[in-house]
């Protein structure tokens, strides 16, 4: 890690973790319902994880929530591109998921797709690197979901409806 990417990870991580614990607040008392995706995408037999700025778990896949009118699969591919630089193609339904906690009702849909490109996570307060790992030697820091994603993704199940 360069000196820049020391410095602007202590700069911007407190915010990051700040904006979260806001977000969360705000949360338990709205209470709303969203519906989110992420994004398992394979390279050569590797997976694509992004490491947010901040939390116990920081590597994760990329994901996020849908928009208004939008597909769930576009929002995918749309959240892949915004936080890894990457271009997803022949893009399949993994599985639904739901998480109830923290004052929210969260449906997670997962895509799997493929790309060729090599990460290029642009700078934003959220994204601190994208990077590819084999299954089988993620970060020890990887959200437990994104572990049992990609673990069902290399068993080969599909449309599956879990909890997350």
């Known amino acids: 890690m360069t000196l820049w990417q020391r410095f602007e ?3 911007l991580g407190p915010i990051y973790a700040s904006a979260m614990m806001l977000r969360s607040v705000v949360w338990r008392l709205r209470r709303p319902m969203l519906i989110g995706v992420r994004a398992v995408v394979v390279r050569n037999g590797e997976v694509l994880l992004i490491r947010h700025r901040a939390g116990r778990t920081p590597w994760a896949l990329p994901g996020g929530g849908v928009e208004r009118y939008e597909r769930m699969a576009e929002a995918a591919a ?3 591109a915004e936080e890894s630089g990457v271009q997803m193609h022949n893009i399949q339904f993994l599985g639904l998921y739901d998480r109830f906690g923290k004052g929210v009702s969260n449906y ?3 895509f799997v797709g493929e790309t060729a ?3 290029q996570p642009p700078r934003s307060l959220e994204i601190a690197e994208a990077r590819f790992f084999p299954p ?3 970060p ?3 959200d437990e979901g994104s572990r049992r994603r990609i673990d069902e993704y290399v068993r080969g199940e599909r449309r ?3 909890e997350w």
């Open 108 to 110: 997670i849909g997962v």
């Open 140 to 142: 020890p820091s990887t």
């Open 117 to 119: 490109d090599e990460p």
């Open 136 to 138: 089988g030697a993620l």
């Open 160 to 162: 599956l409806y879990r």
């Open 9 to 11: 990870q202590a700069l």
């Open 78 to 80: 749309r959240e892949a």
